[in-house]
């Protein structure tokens, strides 16, 4: 199955968590990990299956102002914050509004801090019901990934996302050719 991984990252974050549930899903399947800029049409038309996701926000999903708000966070003096390559492109919000119908399997996922959801929020809710929107059946139901208050993934993190993509790749149907 030929599957494609959208992803916003402010600080590399989420874009670490993609890239491993890229690795769990694997096995089998033909993965493409892009940011939301390289998460045209062509790309999506091919697809068995669709993922996104993005930092949480404000208790949810980004907008243009929290995005500069992090741009500028990273590029003060005494930041440790370094932007991901795609920090300055467009987010999964835009993204997610200029996409068509799509009639195929997906899921949702978001970094956020560490704490109860109800008081840390999830981008991932948001993203799941714009996913459904769009035609897209989820096949999971949305999954968060923990970040540190000093804005790294918490320790473990990536381990559970790669069974997360392994547990994904074991719902799949069976598989199509590759076309």
Known sequence: MRV????????????????????????GNVITVVPVAEA?????????????GGPT??????????RAAAVEMAHKEDSHLTLDASAEGPGLRDWLAMLGRLDIQGAAFDTRASG????????????????ERHG??????????????????RP?????????????AAMLPAARPVR
Do not use: C
Request: proline letters at 3%; zero cysteines; charged letters at 25%.
């Open 4 to 27: 494609v991984i959208v992803y916003e990252s402010m600080f590399g974050n989420t874009h670490l968590i993609a890239d491993a549930i890229a690795k769990g899903l694997a096995p």
């Open 40 to 52: 045209g049409s062509e790309l999506l038309d091919r697809a068995d299956l669709v993922l996104a």
């Open 57 to 66: 926000h404000i208790r949810g999903m980004s907008r243009a102002r929290s």
């Open 116 to 131: 109860p959801a109800v008081l840390t929020g999830r981008a991932s809710k948001t993203i799941a019901r714009l996913l």
């Open 136 to 153: 897209i059946a989820l096949l999971a139901p949305a999954e968060s990934f923990l970040v540190t208050k000093d804005n790294q993934v």
């Open 156 to 168: 473990g993190e990536q381990d559970r996302a790669e069974q997360w993509g392994r547990k994904l």
